[in-house]
């Protein structure tokens, strides 16, 4: 295993006006686990990429990257292809196979490995990550299962780096979790080296040796989590943007330092702090008013669906409703149904039993489906499926071409959304070209154009960097106070918890518990936020981490 180098890297994409990586140098030792973090577009994946010879993007290179004394480049294409291991955002762009075993096999089969070999390497990566049924169909296997078998195909070619690109982001949090602690004890008991680019950094940072911290393609810190959060912290002119980022529980003891890493740490701290002191009483949860509309915005009345003959259903007799001028916010594991009550509502895909009902209409039998265009509108998981037109200005432009406005207009109002989502400098740039973060942003304002009144988001905060997570939320609640009905699918607890008027979990199909983010993160064990995890054993009310930093200045 060897020692990786950055020497003045930097990087340009063609047609860019600026750098992707501007003069990065830092090395990285053997069997360290290093967590990348920082804005969508400021990196991350470039960074990421020129380890890995085969995915290095096209454009303009300074500098030099080292594996060992080696330059990456010069790396022969079997070393490079067995050395490094890479794990993609999505977990279906790296799947190729259609069995559990045929995947697993495939990257030792390129290698020309023995037969023999072979067996025993997959054999032996099923049992260490408890993959059990290897016949399974991967079409099958839920988001967090798929990117499990991703993650042991490229460990069964018994890699010397594993790089990670956000590849717990379409994950909930119990799989990324789950995900995480794997990655964990891959590098503690194998000694892998681990490069991991993440946006979700509750859970990854604490288990870094080391932070790295992007911004416009610059390195801006450079050290331990806890020296991180420093530096981010005494930034000149007041905090960092990345350190909004940084754990819940390291941002509520923020003016005490040092900052716990951890929960557990957290809990320690407070308990010393309270000891032996009286707390006030805690306010009593309630529900939010029922000042609300009699027809509801959209309702799915027992609404059963499968997506084949014979197989066992998605949707089970599902009831649920949003009011109109609501948001509310739909969570759960994967695979249980969310995005796919989401298809029904928008009439992509028709119920076998039950009814889907948009402003009291029945969206199966409609007869003229455009009365529910302009008035509803979905961000899919995907954001590349909205994507038709060549440039980022185009792309909004296509949005409303429909509309019946000037041409001065329309540019007016593409020109405002561009600001609005902090997109502005990619007006020229293709689609397919931005980060994933930036993808999602065009995705959503290219939505919000339409000026829909009933909004429908799958994943929305999907690569997402922490201070425009801030940004969306005002963003949408301005909107909502102007009448804008949200219905929300998210694995983002914490945005869920301070945005949302109702949340609602989902579990086989149907939704089995709601209530308003107080009454219904207090009521949850794992399904809640750190703050509300931190403080609970004192303050069951509390979920966000602004309430938690004014509870704990309160006391002391």
């Known amino acids: 295993m060897e020692t990786i180098r950055f020497e003045g890297v930097s990087f340009t994409y063609p047609l860019s006006q600026r750098p992707a990586l501007q003069d990065v140098s830092l090395t990285i030792h053997p069997g360290e686990f290093v967590v990348i973090c920082g804005k969508s577009g400021c990196g991350k994946s470039t960074f990421l990429r020129q380890i890995k010879k085969e995915l290095t993007p096209y454009g303009r290179t300074e500098g030099r990257v080292l594996y060992g004394n080696v330059p990456i480049a010069q790396l022969p294409p079997r070393k490079s292809a067995a050395a490094f291991g890479f794990v993609m955002q999505n977990p279906d762009s790296q799947l190729v196979t259609d069995k559990v075993w045929h995947e697993l096999a495939f990257g030792l089969e390129n290698l020309g490995l023995p037969r023999a070999a072979i067996k025993r390497r997959v054999a032996e990566m099923a049992s260490y990550f408890g993959i059990l049924d290897i016949r399974r169909e991967v079409c099958e296997l839920s988001g967090g299962q798929k990117q499990l078998l991703n993650l042991a195909s490229v460990m069964a070619m018994q890699p010397e780096v594993l790089l990670l690109d956000e590849p717990t982001s379409q994950l909930d949090p119990i799989a990324a979790s789950d995900f995480l602690q794997t990655v964990y004890r891959i590098n503690r008991e194998l000694g892998t080296t681990v490069i991991l680019s993440e946006h979700r950094l509750e859970e990854a940072f604490p288990l870094a040796d080391r932070v790295l911290v992007l911004d416009g393609g610059r390195l801006t810190a450079w050290g331990t989590p806890r020296e991180v959060a420093c530096i981010l912290q005494s930034w000149p002119g007041g905090p960092h943007p990345m350190y909004r980022g940084m754990p819940a529980v390291m941002r509520i003891f923020e003016n005490a330092p040092p900052p716990p890493l951890t929960l557990r740490e957290g809990r320690l701290r407070l308990e010393t702090m309270l000891a032996g002191g009286e707390l006030p009483p805690a306010p009593t949860l309630s529900e939010i008013s029922a000042a609300c509309q009699a027809v509801a915005a959209m309702e799915l009345r027992d609404v059963w669906f499968r997506y084949q003959r014979g197989s066992e259903p998605v949707l089970r007799g599902l009831s649920m409703q949003v009011r109109w001028g609501e948001w509310l916010a739909v969570l759960g594991g994967n695979g249980v149904g969310k995005s796919t009550a989401l298809k029904a509502v928008c009439g992509e895909i028709r119920p076998q039993r039950g009814k889907v009902l948009v402003d009291g209409m029945d969206v199966a039998h409609a007869t003229d489906r455009h009365l529910f265009s302009g008035r509803l509108a979905l961000v899919p998981q995907d954001p590349l499926a909205l994507f038709t ?168």
């Open 389 to 556: 037109e060549i440039t980022v200005e185009e792309e909004l432009c296509e949005g409303i071409s429909h509309l019946p406005l000037s041409e001065e207009e329309k540019l007016r109002r593409v020109s405002e959304m561009l600001e609005t989502m902090e997109i502005p400098h990619l007006r020229s740039q293709n689609p397919y070209d931005l980060s994933g973060g930036e993808q999602q942003r065009l995705a959503i304002g290219k939505v919000l154009l339409t000026g829909p009144s009933i909004l429908l988001l799958d994943e929305p905060t999907k690569g997402l960097a922490p201070f425009f997570k801030r940004t969306l939320g005002l963003i949408l609640k301005r909107l909502q106070r102007d009448g804008l009905t949200i219905c929300m699918v998210s694995h983002d607890i914490d945005f869920c918890a301070e945005h949302a008027d109702r949340c609602a979990l989902f579990f086989d199909g149907e939704v089995v518990s709601e209530g308003a983010p107080h009454a219904f993160f207090a009521g949850n064990r794992f399904y809640t936020t750190t703050a509300n995890q931190l403080t609970r054993p004192w303050r069951q009310d509390i979920i966000t981490v602004e309430e938690a930093k004014q509870w704990l200045q309160d006391l002391v």
